[in-house]
């Protein structure tokens, strides 16, 4: 069972999966809570929240926030601890020409069909290259020991074995089915989707399965720059399948 609630003045929405808050007729305390964002533009900046239980994930609450502090408010609202965010925006900077870091470069030779889904942080748009990092900041403020890891939702799923040019709803049941998770999006939209997605790199980000990878360690670049600070900025992605 889904349901909704909105809080006054916070401008978004979230839906909660009422298992969430009973366990056995008891209150459940400090669940253990993965965040995924979607930075964008007005109404499109979307959030997500997973939490895992016996093994599982299920997606505990989604909605659309209005900025920064919005999406920060959204991770304070929830009944348990974040331990680790995800955010679809580069949360390093290059100083190489037209700003290319060497985890783009290597992302578009090992995913060639779909290179043109990565691009050079001087091309992207503001409300991802800016909101991106400043949410980053926002929530290290916030929640000291909180994870925190870039993501890149349409790669991560290409990476999973989901098309990411599949419509919304079609590539989101697939991603509910490749994670094992529980529940369901109230809309399956890109952004959603998107959130959801960034959800699950933060939870690898905090968990650290063997056949996920931090390509920030694994890819060295001696042009970044690290407005978060390097010892706090992770970039979690599925590893390569062998062949």
Known sequence: IITGTQYPGSGFTEHMISQDTIQEGKAVSEETYYLGYDPGGESKFAAAALRERSGLLALAACGIVPSVSGA????????????????????????APKGWRRVDEELRLRHREHRAK??????????????????????????????????????????????????????????????????????????????????????????????????????EDPFLLYPLGRDRTTYCFPSPRQP
């Not at 503001?126 to 929530?139: E, I, S, T, Y």
């Not at 529940?183 to 952004?191: F, N």
Request: some cysteine.
């Open 72 to 95: 920060v408010r959204f991770a304070n609202e929830l009944s348990g601890h974040p331990a680790a965010a995800a955010i679809d925006a580069p949360l390093t900077w290059s100083t």
């Open 118 to 219: 990565v691009m050079a942080t001087n091309s992207l748009m503001g409300a991802v290259a800016v909101q991106g990092p400043a949410l980053a900041m926002a929530l290290a403020s916030h929640f000291p020991d909180i994870v925190i890891s870039e993501a890149h939702p349409k790669l991560t799923c290409v990476a999973l074995g989901v098309s990411p040019g599949d419509d919304p709803r079609t590539r989101g049941l697939r991603v509910l089915q490749v994670m094992r998770m529980e529940g369901h999006l109230p809309e399956y939209t890109d952004d959603f989707v998107d959130a959801v997605v960034a959800a699950c790199v933060a939870w690898a980000a905090h968990t650290r399965p063997a056949n996920w990878t931090d390509l920030l360690q694994e890819i």
